[in-house]
């Protein structure tokens, strides 16, 4: 009996030692640095297996996962431009996607690119992060985007869930405000598309709307996608009114945060409601057009869909 007792309690503790000890992310992370010519291409395997092993491996809360509960994502770095032995300049790519209740289905949460990416890289040099300093570009941008990744995700299962990883992003770009790289200060890039915007808007009360739709879409559209269909898009319908309703109050001038939600949603929505009844799809195609008007003749083109 005492051995069997042994024998299941180390069954036991390495059972919930895997659940303990498992990250928050599922990360994929590919550098491409085509453009950049002479170079030594080792160096790029390099920071490629770092960064998938700083993005993987780094605890980022104080929150139980399982291994099936760890967040998909995508960190694609595209390298334009090498200004020194160590230093590199170029786009990072953010991508996010949810799991949708009872299917198969992975819905895009995120889809953006930062184009205001330059940072200095060493090879064989620890990655370390410290949410309270700025200590490098590389570690600084990553665990930005890390944040609001988990900021985005949680947003999506309980109603502004992701408070608590948005001001840990909004930490990270206080303590970067005197970096030399840009991306971090109010008047880097242009039409206020930087990280002090996206993570300005996301905790800005004017903006909560956005964050109400991020929940409702996603529990009362996606979630019932499969059991009742023409209830979940009618509840679509309504949810896009809390961005109509920001974007008409318009809180700043661009509304960063409005154009990176429908960024990622267009796609999917236009493929929804092509099926959708006549009338419901004018007054998708009306909302959509308004609040997205950069996307204006896809959305048009749901009128003229047929169901599948």
């Given at each position: 009996m005492a051995y069997h007792f042994k024998y299941y309690l180390i069954i036991f503790l390495v059972f919930l030692t895997g659940i303990i000890n498992a990250q928050e992310l599922n990360c994929n992370v590919q550098i491409s640095a085509q453009r950049i010519q002479g170079s030594n291409r080792q160096i790029f395997e390099s920071m490629q297996k770092d960064l998938f092993e700083f993005m993987n491996n780094t605890v980022w809360t104080n929150h139980v996962f399982n291994y099936a509960e760890r967040i998909d994502c995508n960190i694609l770095i595209n390298l334009t431009d090498q200004l020194s032995a160590d230093e590199f300049k170029g786009t990072i790519q953010v991508q996010l996607s949810r799991p949708v209740f009872n299917t198969t289905y992975n819905s895009t949460m995120l889809n953006f690119i930062d184009n205001n990416f330059q940072f200095k890289y060493v090879e064989f040099q620890p990655l370390e992060f410290d949410p309270n300093t700025y200590r490098s570009s590389l570690v600084s941008v990553l665990a930005y985007y890390t944040y609001m990744i988990l900021g985005f995700d949680y947003d999506s299962f309980s109603p502004m869930g992701g408070t608590e990883f948005y001001q840990m992003a909004e930490k990270i770009v206080t303590a970067a405000q005197n970096a030399p790289e840009p991306g971090w200060k109010p008047y880097d890039g242009s039409r206020n598309h930087n990280r002090y915007w996206l993570v300005k808007n996301v905790l800005d009360k004017e903006y909560e709307g956005i964050r109400q739709f991020l929940y409702e879409y996603?529990?009362?559209?996606?979630?019932?996608?499969?059991?009742?269909?023409?209830?979940?898009?009618?509840?679509?319908?309504?949810?896009?009114?809390?961005?109509?309703?920001?974007?008409?109050?318009?809180?700043?001038?661009?509304?960063?945060?409005?154009?990176?939600?429908?960024?990622?949603?267009?796609?999917?929505?236009?493929?929804?409601?092509?099926?959708?009844?006549?009338?419901?799809?004018?007054?998708?195609?009306?909302?959509?057009?308004?609040?997205?008007?950069?996307?204006?003749?896809?959305?048009?083109?749901?009128?003229?869909?047929?169901?599948?």
């Amino acid at each position: 009996m005492a051995y069997h007792f042994k024998y299941y309690l180390i069954i036991f503790l390495v059972f919930l030692t895997g659940i303990i000890n498992a990250q928050e992310l599922n990360c994929n992370v590919q550098i491409s640095a085509q453009r950049i010519q002479g170079s030594n291409r080792q160096i790029f395997e390099s920071m490629q297996k770092d960064l998938f092993e700083f993005m993987n491996n780094t605890v980022w809360t104080n929150h139980v996962f399982n291994y099936a509960e760890r967040i998909d994502c995508n960190i694609l770095i595209n390298l334009t431009d090498q200004l020194s032995a160590d230093e590199f300049k170029g786009t990072i790519q953010v991508q996010l996607s949810r799991p949708v209740f009872n299917t198969t289905y992975n819905s895009t949460m995120l889809n953006f690119i930062d184009n205001n990416f330059q940072f200095k890289y060493v090879e064989f040099q620890p990655l370390e992060f410290d949410p309270n300093t700025y200590r490098s570009s590389l570690v600084s941008v990553l665990a930005y985007y890390t944040y609001m990744i988990l900021g985005f995700d949680y947003d999506s299962f309980s109603p502004m869930g992701g408070t608590e990883f948005y001001q840990m992003a909004e930490k990270i770009v206080t303590a970067a405000q005197n970096a030399p790289e840009p991306g971090w200060k109010p008047y880097d890039g242009s039409r206020n598309h930087n990280r002090y915007w996206l993570v300005k808007n996301v905790l800005d009360k004017e903006y909560e709307g956005i964050r109400q739709f991020l929940y409702e879409y996603n529990l009362n559209g996606l979630d019932k996608m499969e059991s009742k269909i023409a209830e979940a898009r009618t509840s679509m319908v309504e949810t896009l009114k809390l961005i109509q309703d920001v974007y008409r109050k318009k809180p700043d001038p661009f509304m960063y945060l409005v154009e990176v939600v429908m960024e990622a949603k267009s796609d999917e929505l236009i493929n929804i409601f092509s099926g959708a009844f006549p009338e419901e799809k004018s007054r998708v195609v009306q909302i959509l057009i308004e609040i997205d008007p950069a996307n204006k003749t896809k959305y048009e083109a749901i009128n003229s869909a047929t169901a599948p």
